[in-house]
């Protein structure tokens, strides 16, 4: 099985910095997805990226795909005390099956 | 209408109980996904149906058990859990679910909290 991984683990910042999260594999992904996941609910779809080198915005936040889909990143602008929460990213390896990393927990301290 | 409704929120169960989890979504996407989620972990993948027949299943024990009544419904019958069965239950749908292709964009719900004792 292909591993997500992301990093940091865990990352505790003041309102009004930047700030980025990866999510980096040794393998290749046809896409791959982000997700934020506020605690006892399910995770909410981001973006996806699909093309190698593909730079999506989203308000506040910039994701980009690697030029060899091997890892992602997303990057917030301003954080502010409501994008606090768990980023994922998932995908499917090449044995189609449907991994996620293991997060990284953001906490934007006000 | 984005939304993909669970039932019950919590579900507090003995191991010698029968229980069913429910989920439904009227997007009409044609793939539907179980997920079990501990503490402080990802998500981890149960089943997956695609056109109400099951297509995936991740080598998950038989006290658990899918159903896809219709398109819009998915159903988890749990019988003789064990306490280590205990977590966050996610369901979610997508439009679609291809071998081979990458992972459509999935609308998930917000959970059956689990506890067995």
């Known amino acids: 099985t292909q591993l997500l991984e992301q990093s940091p683990q865990f990352l505790s910042i003041q309102e009004g910095e930047n700030l980025t999260v990866y999510c980096n594999s040794s393998?290749?992904?046809?896409?791959l997805q982000w997700y934020r996941q506020e605690p006892g609910e399910g995770p909410v779809l981001l973006v996806t990226v699909v093309t190698g080198g593909e730079v999506k915005k989203l308000k506040r936040l910039t994701f980009q795909f690697g030029d060899a889909r091997k890892d992602s990143s997303l990057h917030i602008t301003a954080a502010q005390p409501g994008d606090t929460g768990l980023y994922l990213c998932?995908?499917?390896?090449?044995?189609?099956?449907?991994?996620f990393g293991k997060g990284t927990r953001l906490h934007i301290l006000p | 209408d984005t939304e993909v409704t669970q039932t019950p929120k919590h579900l507090v169960m003995g191991m010698t109980n029968k229980k069913s989890l429910k989920c439904e979504q009227h997007?009409?996407?044609?793939?539907m996904y179980w997920y079990k989620q501990k503490a402080k972990k990802p998500p981890e993948l149960m089943f997956v149906y695609s056109y109400e027949k099951l297509s995936i299943n991740e080598s998950v024990p038989s006290r658990f058990s899918p159903e896809c009544p219709n398109s819009s419904l998915l159903n988890l019958h749990l019988h003789a859990l064990q306490p280590e069965d205990s977590a966050l239950y996610l369901c979610?749908?997508?439009?679609?679910?291809?071998?081979?292709?990458?992972?459509?964009?999935?609308?998930f719900g917000p959970g059956t909290r689990l506890t067995v004792t």
């Open positions: 997007m009409g996407h044609r793939a």
């Open positions: 998932a995908g499917k390896d090449r044995d189609d099956k449907i991994i």
């Open positions: 979610a749908s997508s439009q679609d679910y291809r071998r081979g292709l990458g992972l459509y964009e999935q609308y």
């Open positions: 393998s290749v992904f046809s896409s």
